[in-house]
């Protein structure tokens, strides 16, 4: 198990003794065999965790622990760890797979051995026909894979990837996911990737981190990411098209609870009314395009006007404005609904999909 235990990473510039606080005091806690995902937006401190992870940099406050013994002042090579850096520094002068057998070679294992290792984890990784290059005849993608390898090839205990994929196309992007967890299922590697593709850190993780400005906003499963966000960075972060958030605020009338915004009413289901303390607060909404239905009825709906019809391919996106108020709305519909710019529309939110955000509160989501 990896331990992260109030980890603060500050650069000093020894010049004009400005400080930069990279990362700003996380826990964290990776068991064995588990594949982790730090994500966030670029200079979110993603890059500096790992890196102290590997001990290539030291932590300012706080500790690191590996089955509970405090590594902090371990070197890096005592740590038995397969890393895969941002830059994937290669040995220019080594061919593929001395490249890729070069940390079995330094572990005095023979050539043959070493270089049978390497092909096996080649071919996974969709190489084995570059094995008798230099690295500056491959393509940046390739390069990356033939760093993989090489982290992958010694069975390390912990494997550090930092965007390991960023220089892919699509298509081997997914090939490449596919196949680095199933190698990582097969190894039982504890795996921390650091990415800033959400797609690609809820598709291969069990749990993903959210980081910003040093800190971890959440850390939970892809699933409760997505569900149940606890604040209203992390519903708005993740998924595409964005969630939709309007501002306004909860009131009561006759007894119930009402959303009420810039031309937007919606009465909250009894079940989801929030706590008394919020009623009044800035309060934001926030649906996900496919949680909102165009529909018939005017009871407790949304009187919308359409602006803009967009293709998906197997959806159609609508962006639309309600009546009375100016804000975008946009929202995922069947492609089989013929829908025009210009036209009126109610839309209705789907009962125990929405969330609320105090605004007031940090944006805590206070319905999850
Ligand atoms: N050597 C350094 N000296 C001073 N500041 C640094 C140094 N390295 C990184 N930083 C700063 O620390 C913060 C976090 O950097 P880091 O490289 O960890 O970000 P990141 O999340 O990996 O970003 P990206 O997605 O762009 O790779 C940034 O504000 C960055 O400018
Ligand atoms: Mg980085």
Same mark, same amino acid.
């Given at each position: 198990?990896?331990?992260?235990?109030g980890?603060?990473?500050?650069?000093g510039?020894?010049k004009?003794?400005?400080?930069?606080?990279?990362?700003?005091?996380?826990?964290?806690?990776?068991?064995q065999?588990?594949?982790i995902?730090?994500l966030?937006p670029?200079?979110c401190?993603?890059?500096?965790?790992?890196?102290?992870?590997?001990?290539l940099l030291?932590?300012?406050?706080?500790?690191?622990?590996?089955?509970g013994k405090?590594?902090?002042?371990?070197?890096?090579?005592?740590?038995? #760890?397969g890393?895969?850096?941002?830059? $994937?520094? =290669? /040995?220019p002068?080594? &061919?593929?797979?001395?490249?890729?057998a +070069?940390?079995?070679?330094?572990?005095?294992?023979?050539k043959?051995?070493a270089?049978?290792?390497?092909?096996?984890?080649?071919?996974?990784?969709?190489?084995?026909?570059l094995l008798n290059?230099?690295?500056a005849q491959?393509?940046g993608g390739?390069?990356q894979?033939?760093?993989?390898?090489?982290a992958?090839?010694?069975e390390?205990?912990?494997?550090?990837?930092d965007?390991?994929?960023?220089n892919?196309?699509?298509?081997?992007?997914?090939?490449?996911?596919d196949?680095?967890?199933?190698?990582?299922?097969?190894i039982g590697?504890?795996?921390?990737?650091?990415?800033?593709?959400?797609?690609?850190?809820?598709?291969?993780?069990?749990?993903?981190a959210?980081?910003?400005?040093?800190k #971890?906003q959440?850390?939970?499963?892809? $699933?409760? =990411? /997505?569900?149940?966000? &606890?604040?209203?960075?992390?519903?708005? +972060?993740?998924?595409?098209?964005?969630?939709n958030?309007?501002?306004?605020?909860?009131?009561e009338?006759?007894?119930?609870?009402?959303?009420?915004?810039?031309?937007?009413r919606?009465?909250l289901?009894?079940?989801?009314?929030?706590a008394?303390?919020?009623i009044g607060?800035?309060?934001?909404?926030?649906?996900?395009?496919?949680?909102?239905?165009?529909c018939?009825?005017?009871?407790?709906?949304?009187?919308?006007?359409?602006?803009?019809?967009?293709?998906?391919?197997?959806?159609?996106?609508?962006k639309?404005?309600?009546?009375a108020?100016?804000h975008?709305?946009?929202?995922?519909?069947?492609?089989?609904?013929?829908?025009?710019?210009?036209?009126?529309?109610?839309?209705?939110?789907?009962e125990?999909?929405?969330?609320l955000?105090n605004l007031?509160?940090?944006?805590?989501n206070?319905?999850?």
């Amino acid at each position: 198990m990896i331990q992260l235990k109030g980890v603060v990473k500050e650069y000093g510039n020894a010049k004009n003794k400005e400080v930069t606080r990279a990362v700003d005091g996380i826990d964290l806690e990776i068991n064995q065999g588990e594949f982790i995902a730090l994500l966030g937006p670029s200079g979110c401190g993603k890059t500096t965790t790992l890196m102290m992870i590997a001990g290539l940099l030291k932590a300012t406050k706080g500790e690191i622990l590996f089955d509970g013994k405090v590594v902090n002042q371990m070197e890096p090579k005592d740590r038995n #760890i397969g890393m895969v850096f941002q830059s $994937y520094a =290669l /040995y220019p002068h080594l &061919k593929v797979i001395d490249n890729i057998a +070069f940390p079995l070679r330094e572990k005095k294992v023979p050539k043959a051995e070493a270089y049978e290792k390497a092909k096996n984890i080649a071919k996974k990784l969709q190489i084995e026909n570059l094995l008798n290059r230099k690295p500056a005849q491959l393509s940046g993608g390739q390069q990356q894979r033939v760093a993989m390898a090489r982290a992958l090839v010694k069975e390390p205990q912990i494997l550090l990837l930092d965007e390991p994929m960023s220089n892919l196309d699509a298509r081997l992007k997914l090939d490449l996911r596919d196949e680095i967890r199933k190698l990582q299922r097969e190894i039982g590697v504890t795996t921390i990737i650091v990415t800033h593709d959400q797609e690609e850190a809820l598709a291969i993780s069990d749990r993903v981190a959210v980081l910003d400005a040093g800190k #971890i906003q959440q850390y939970d499963t892809p $699933y409760n =990411l /997505y569900h149940k966000p &606890k604040n209203l960075f992390i519903a708005n +972060f993740l998924g595409t098209p964005p969630m939709n958030i309007v501002e306004g605020h909860v009131e009561e009338q006759d007894g119930r609870q009402v959303f009420a915004a810039e031309g937007v009413r919606y009465m909250l289901p009894q079940n989801r009314e929030v706590a008394k303390e919020h009623i009044g607060c800035r309060v934001a909404i926030g649906l996900r395009p496919n949680d909102i239905r165009i529909c018939e009825s005017t009871e407790n709906t949304i009187p919308v006007r359409i602006e803009l019809v967009e293709q998906l391919g197997a959806e159609q996106l609508i962006k639309a404005k309600p009546l009375a108020g100016d804000h975008i709305i946009r929202i995922v519909a069947e492609n089989e609904m013929k829908l025009k710019a210009g036209e009126t529309v109610s839309i209705r939110i789907l009962e125990n999909k929405f969330h609320l955000f105090n605004l007031e509160r940090n944006g805590i989501n206070i319905l999850s």
